[in-house]
């Protein structure tokens, strides 16, 4: 938003701009008080004044088509395997297909709109919202820092694609890693390249125009944004030396609270996220690259931990979830205050690894490396 403008202002300005039926409604807290924030196309992106939440509307986007009902145009084959798709359902008026043959599930733009022209809008990068977001991300960025090192501990270059303010390249950096960077936002690239101190590109293009090679490519929550995701990972799979590792992270589009996207909507937010995967789809990915997967992984509470819930063990969790009948497992009182301290930092029990738990996490995390 504009500096200067007060609420009043903001409700006023959303009450021209936004939608009124329920389709516009905030889906994390449910209210109707949002505010412009910029413009994706023809479609307005707002920002819900209550939660802090963006979220987008697409009027008359099902008229266009791909597959529903009064379609003028024929749904696209699958972006993964080739397959035909059908629509699956729609969230803000932008259809979810979903493909026959593999599962995987997208979101199509309309025409003319352009992720760059987002990415690059001044009201979107704003520079403290995103520092407080890190704050609350910075522990499980450091901890796939460790897991890289254990991976691949003769790695020395790495670039981090989707670096935004470039606060992973600068740990990277004190561990030893020679870095760059890659971001779509101009005004990240230039913040990226003081914070961190390296060199940070437009896309992965430049970078392959260079011929540069890295050790280890990091993407986290990334892949979910991009339009053509396996041809992504073919050029980051180009990026990559022999033997080179690269870790990524999306949401997991099969999670149960996906379709619900509560306490906090990571999943089906088109047109910001468009690409959505599910546990097989993203080991179908890299393997589609050309890529090894060495270990598939998840966070599960992440979404709790970012609305401000306190992470909590498995088995505490279970002894709690009866109590609360349904409730988050935010506990109050002087017993809530004493688990929050004693859990306060400690992420690492949020992370899962048993193939049977990746069905429910919040967050997929994978590891692939590129044949020698």
């Given amino acids: 938003m504009t500096s200067g403008r007060t609420m009043a202002d903001q ?22 008080q949002a505010a412009p924030l910029t413009e994706h196309g023809e479609i307005p992106i707002l920002r819900c004044l209550r939660c802090d939440s963006i979220y987008a509307f697409a009027r008359g986007a099902e008229a266009a088509g791909w597959g529903l009902p009064g379609a003028n145009t024929a749904p696209p084959s699958c972006k993964l395997c080739g397959a035909s798709t059908r629509a699956h359902f729609a969230r803000n008026s932008f259809p979810v297909l979903r493909c026959d043959g593999c ?9 003319g709109q352009s992720a760059l022209a987002l990415y690059n809008d001044e009201r979107y990068l704003r520079w403290e919202r995103y520092r407080g977001w890190w704050e609350k991300v910075e522990p499980f960025y450091l901890r796939r820092l460790e897991r890289i090192a254990a991976l691949a501990p003769q790695a020395g270059s790495l670039l981090d694609v989707g670096c935004a303010e470039g606060y992973f390249l600068r740990h990277a950096r004190t561990r030893g890693f020679q870095v760059a960077g890659v971001d779509v936002s101009e005004k990240m690239r230039r913040r990226a390249e003081q914070i961190a101190g390296c060199p940070v590109y437009a896309s992965l293009a430049e970078v392959l125009g260079l011929g540069l090679r890295f050790d280890c490519v990091t993407m986290f929550e990334v892949i979910e944004h991009l339009e053509e995701p396996l041809g992504a990972m073919r050029e980051v799979a180009r990026l990559l030396s022999p033997s080179g590792l690269l870790a990524l ?9 996906a379709p619900s ?4 909507d990571i999943w089906f937010i ?7 995967f599910g546990r097989q789809t993203l080991a179908d990915c890299l393997v589609g690259a050309g890529l090894e997967v060495v270990a598939l992984e998840g966070l599960s509470g992440f979404c709790a931990v970012m609305a401000g819930d306190a992470a909590l ?33 400690r992420l690492d029990i949020c992370h ?21």
Wanted: hydrophobic share 30%; net charge positive.
């Fill in 11 to 32: 409700r006023r300005a959303c009450a021209r701009a936004a939608p009124t039926d329920d389709a516009a409604r905030c889906r994390r807290c449910g209210c109707e």
């Fill in 103 to 111: 599962g995987f599930m997208f979101a199509r733009r309309l025409d």
């Fill in 249 to 257: 992270s999306t949401p997991n589009c099969q999670s149960p609270q």
């Fill in 261 to 264: 996207g509560a306490p906090m």
């Fill in 270 to 276: 088109a047109p910001l996220h468009i690409s959505y």
């Fill in 313 to 345: 063990p498995r088995w505490l969790e279970r002894w709690l979830r009866p109590l609360r009948r349904g409730k988050r497992l935010r506990p109050g009182g002087l017993l809530g205050d004493l688990m929050r301290r004693a859990y306060r930092g």
């Fill in 352 to 372: 899962r690894s048993h193939p049977g738990d990746l069905e429910t996490v919040d967050i997929l995390e994978a590891y692939a490396r590129k044949p020698q």
